[in-house]
């Protein structure tokens, strides 16, 4: 409790902490509804990770909004209190209206198309709970090699959940990965982390987007992840195709798209993934 009364001193309202009340905050986090005499709260703590942790969450949700595009909740403070990772944002709440999971679709696909100077961001952050490379590359199939697939195929071995089978076909798409993956697309800002738990529904049925993992990539990398675990209808995917247009070769590509989050998903939580990492290095592995 002192450690969330601190946090919320840092936003500047000095009112008083009238409830606090825990909320479902993911896997990861601790997480909270806080009430103050001025407003509400939503507090996220970690007790088991570096104090700067929630950093690289908060400039992730400034650079989705920096796109002028989609809805993200207000950062108002991130950083330690007491050696406790905290993390203050807006809190959020309404209900879905007929026109929501459309204004979504069209949000996302608005920011896919604010691009970038190049694939990549110019800092690490997190997906779930590992250290997610960036820095900036010029070639998106590199980038993608070097920067994702590699650094969970890896991460896997460590954990020894890198058979030699899965090894050697992950070995074979990385060698190839040009085969499938484009040189002409344009970097543009992802989520990174788009599944149908990291957007939520705001006043008046707004679309607010939480959560993120961002870097700049090719745009049908994240709507291959938003396929993966569901959580977007039909009328998501048709609003966003009124402003972004999908490559008929996107069905050729999507499994292994998917591929680097089943592997993050094999790291993070063990075999009970490794039947849907199997089929797509069978798919594209040989």
Known sequence: MHVIAEAVKETGDSSGIQSVR??????????????????????????????????????????????GTVAVPDVYFYGEKDGVAALVLEWVEGQP????????????ARMHRTYG???????????????????????WAAFLRDKRLAVQANLAEEKGR??????????????RLDRWVPSNVEPSP??????????????????????????????????AFTELFGGFSGRFYDAYRE????????????????????????NEFGEAYGGSVDRVLERYGG
């Open 22 to 67: 825990s909320v479902s905050g993911g896997e990861i986090n601790e997480a909270f509804l806080v009430t103050t005499g001025k407003q509400h709260y939503f507090v996220k703590i970690n007790r088991e990770t570096a104090a700067d942790f929630f950093e690289w969450e908060a400039r992730g949700l400034e650079l989705l909004r920096s796109t």
């Open 97 to 108: 209206n007929e026109r929501t999971e459309e204004t979504l679709g069209r949000d996302v």
């Open 117 to 139: 100077k190049a694939f990549g961001l110019d800092y690490d952050n997190f997906i779930g709970t590992f250290v997610q490379p960036n820095g900036w590359r010029d070639d």
């Open 162 to 175: 890198m058979n030699a089978k899965r090894r050697s076909r992950m070995e074979r798409i990385l060698e």
């Open 190 to 223: 992802l989520h990174g982390d788009l599944w149908g738990g990291n957007w939520i529904v705001g006043s008046g049925g707004r679309p607010y987007l939480i959560d993120p993992a961002v870097f700049y990539g090719h745009f049908e990398f994240e709507l």
């Open 243 to 266: 402003i972004q247009p999908i490559s008929p070769e996107y069905e050729e590509r999507r499994l292994l798209y998917q591929l680097y989050y089943l592997l993050v998903h094999l």
